[in-house]
T-cell receptor, first 114, second 113 residues
């Protein structure tokens, strides 16, 4: 089955530590996205990538970094500069080859501070 | 800029009640419109979509009609079930392939048995 896999499902970060969230897709989609969701809130865009080796900042990029070395993979690093990282993180992808296409989502990673 | 506004929740209904979740949009062109559903602890799943005016999207008993004249895409279901309890997001994307999807803030739905 094609889809998006996020891992781990739960992640804990110590103060001053960087952590990396994994996102892999086998849908052959060009575009990938990272969102942050806080309790009772909507989705806020962190970073997005429309093609391999290229990515752009979203609305809340500070304290985060990404890479896009392969089409299938778009890992997100939450750095120690992100002072309030506790949230639910969602990865998504879409097919830019077709216009007006919806995004497909993974099941999310819940990050907490120890 | 483009935006999506949906009714604030939570919305609490009894099982078998009629559901409406309002969604209106602002866009400079002719967007495609979507409803997503998020069950507790999970990611978002596409529920239905409509790509042009007067289109009706439907899935799992839910329906929404793309109304250009009122810039709306209200979600409806004739008889809700406890299993429909979730958060529902309205969203739009423009025809330009470089445009990102724009989400509403979500509406939490509670269905009581």
């Amino acid at each position: 089955d094609g889809g998006i896999t996020q891992s781990p499902k739960y992640l804990f970060r110590k103060e001053g530590q960087n952590v990396t969230l994994s996102c892999e897709q086998n849908l052959n989609h060009d575009a990938m996205y990272w969102y942050r969701q806080d309790p009772g809130q909507g989705l806020r865009l962190i970073y997005y990538s429309q093609i391999v080796n290229d990515f752009q900042k979203g609305d809340i990029a500070e304290g985060y970094s990404v890479s896009r070395e392969k089409k299938e993979s778009f890992p997100l690093t939450v750095t120690s500069a992100q002072k309030n990282p506790t949230a639910f993180y969602l990865c998504a992808s879409s097919d830019r080859g077709l216009s007006n296409q919806p995004q497909h989502f993974g099941d999310g990673t819940r990050l907490s501070i120890l | 800029g483009n935006s999506v506004t949906q009714m604030e929740g939570p919305v609490t209904l009894s099982e078998e009640a009629f559901l409406t979740i309002n969604c209106t949009y602002t866009a400079t062109g002719y967007p495609s419109l979507f409803w997503y559903v998020q069950y507790p602890g999970e990611g978002l799943q596409l529920l239905l979509k409509a790509t042009k005016a007067d289109d009706k999207g439907s899935n799992k008993g839910f329906e929404a009609t793309y109304r250009k004249e009122t810039t709306s895409f209200h979600l409806e279901k004739g008889s809700v079930q406890v299993s429909d309890s979730a958060v529902y997001f309205c969203a739009l994307v423009m025809g330009n392939r470089d445009d990102k999807i724009i989400f509403g803030k979500g509406t939490r739905l509670h269905i009581l048995p």
